[in-house]
């Protein structure tokens, strides 16, 4: 590589490599290392696909290192995040990733970019359903023959039951699942799945086929279905189908309940697809990878060694320290100078009812928020990890405490802890709420409600405006001028003007609603 290339990302990045250096700020730049030397370029890349475009790749082969660009610095956040507990594979070698210190990669004038740029195009070819997979026939649609938005599951050698939480905890990573049907059939445990998207199905066949749920057993054999979609009636143990969250549960069993809804939520509510189910456990795969046959989407996963679901309490995350099944979470990476209790109630209380709040006194970047259940702090985690809050991009674990401790008399305490249990502004505490429907992640359009009739746009726009946001767009309901979704310069700026203006008193007795919206304007 010439010393005149452009700045970007050259060899000598892996110079800061000896020890291991500090992490970066986030960057849709990410850098990987240890990168096994017979990788493809394709292999590379579908480490980021299932968290978004993948738009540049630069290979340094010699150094067994590579730079991978994401389409958003989201994108980039979520694989982060992802691949953080659950140490990535590609033919069998752990990989290391990390930000760069790049914003962005201009390979244009480098040698030997050409495979890259080949192996991109493919890739985004069938991200956008334009064409199949390298090695795999294509019908004049574009996609492969007999390709589905429905699998077909099998598990065999099932030494531990498999429940269709687990398999929507495993197959939501690839794509929005609409309905899963499971039965037994020639004595096996099988299942139907249906994707909002035949690409999706895809690719979890291509990551998930010949996987092990659990460590050497319950293994995933996977093909495509001849029905185009599923018909479910019923949504119990057995059946579901996540769009329609009011059928009835047939058969006498009790019908899924508000919070269960809440935490399984529609599909509109996962919208990146490593989300995680909302309300479950991540997935957190065991170091040793299985000898991954697979070099595909998720030779990340190793054995999927899910965590059983926290709707049991039986979850067993390997290598953390929180209490399954906790309700008390541990937030870090926050800024001292910016983040108070009433902030981080508003902010957790999107996703639960917050109990108690505690900013710690000698680490104010670290707090401790009680939930009212681990359902709850379940998800918020989900939702909340990963998310830039005042300038820094928030930690959020279970933490090892299963309450938080209010101070002593005459204890000093600078009004760090508080305890929010009687709080009016609980979104959750009537049973069957319609806010469990309304649950959604941090996103850029924000939905408000119980705006009163003299309050224009223009107080809205500004009201924001002086929280220093920057209002891209604004409408209100058509039919119901109560309501309205403001669309903001960022998530970051959402999340901020949603803790600061939620319950503000807009005159009249009115005080404005605020929550993130799954639409955009």
Avoid at 258 to 271: H, K, L, N, Q, R
Avoid at 320 to 336: E, F, H, M, Q
Avoid at 423 to 445: D, E, V, Y
Wanted: glycine share 8%.
């Amino acid at each position: 590589m010439s010393s005149s290339t452009p700045a970007t990302a050259n060899g000598n990045d892996s110079k800061k490599f000896k020890g291991d250096r500090s992490p970066c700020s986030p960057s849709r730049v990410l850098h990987l290392r240890k990168i096994p030397n017979d990788v493809t370029e394709a292999e590379v890349i579908s480490l980021g696909l299932p968290f978004g475009k993948v738009t540049n790749l630069l290979m340094l082969k010699g150094k067994s290192q590579a730079f991978l660009e994401m389409a958003s610095e989201e994108a980039a956040v979520t694989m982060v995040n992802y691949y953080t507990p659950v140490t990535p594979h590609l033919r069998s070698q752990p990989v290391y990733i990390q930000y760069s210190n790049h914003r962005e990669l201009k390979t244009d004038n480098l040698p030997n970019q050409a495979r890259a740029q080949a192996a991109l195009q493919a890739v985004n070819a069938v991200q956008s359903g334009g064409l199949a997979l390298a090695g795999v026939p294509t019908t004049d649609g574009g996609l492969p023959p007999g390709q589905s938005s429905v699998l077909r599951i099998i598990v065999e050698n099932l030494f531990y039951p498999v429940t269709l939480e687990v398999l929507y905890q495993i197959f939501s990573k690839f794509g929005t699942v609409l309905k899963i049907i499971t039965f037994t059939k020639n004595n096996q445990f099988q299942a139907l799945l249906q994707y909002s998207d035949p690409v999706n199905a895809q690719y979890a066949k291509m990551a998930l086929d010949g996987q092990n749920i659990y460590n050497a057993c319950c293994t995933l054999r996977i093909d495509f279905s001849k029905l185009t979609s599923l018909n479910v009636k019923y949504n119990n143990d057995k059946s579901r189908d996540f769009t329609r969250l009011d059928l009835p549960s047939g058969d006498g069993q009790p019908s899924i309940d508000p919070t269960m809804a809440a935490a399984f939520g529609t599909p509109g509510i996962i919208s990146s697809p490593y989300a995680g189910a909302a309300g479950f456990a991540p997935a957190i795969g065991f170091p040793q990878a299985a000898g991954l046959s697979v070099p595909a989407v998720a030779s990340a996963l190793g054995p999927l060694a899910i965590t059983t679901s926290a709707m049991t309490g039986r979850m067993a995350i390997p290598g953390i320290t929180g209490i399954p099944g906790n309700s008390v979470l541990l937030v870090s990476n926050l800024n001292p100078d910016a983040i108070t209790p009433d902030g981080l109630f508003i902010l957790f209380g999107v996703y639960g009812d917050v109990h108690r709040v505690k900013i710690m006194f000698n680490k104010k970047e670290n707090a401790l928020v009680q939930m009212a259940d681990a359902t709850q702090s379940q998800l918020a985690m989900n939702h909340l990890n990963g998310q830039k809050l005042y300038g820094k991009v928030l930690r959020v674990t279970l933490s090892k405490h299963q309450t938080v401790q209010l101070p002593r008399e005459g204890q000093e305490d600078q009004g760090l802890t508080k305890d929010y249990s009687n709080s009016p502004l609980h979104r959750f505490k009537k049973p069957g709420s319609k806010n469990f429907q309304n649950i959604f992640p941090p996103s850029a359009t924000l939905h408000l409600s119980n705006i009163p009739p003299s309050i224009t746009v223009e107080d809205l726009k500004s009201l924001f405006g002086n929280t220093g946001c920057n209002v891209k767009n604004f409408k209100f309901f058509p039919k119901d001028r109560k309501m309205a979704l403001i669309q903001l310069g960022s998530v970051e700026e959402a999340i901020q003007a949603l803790i600061e203006l939620h319950n503000h008193n807009l005159g009249e007795n009115h005080h404005l609603r605020v929550s993130f919206s799954k639409s955009t304007i």
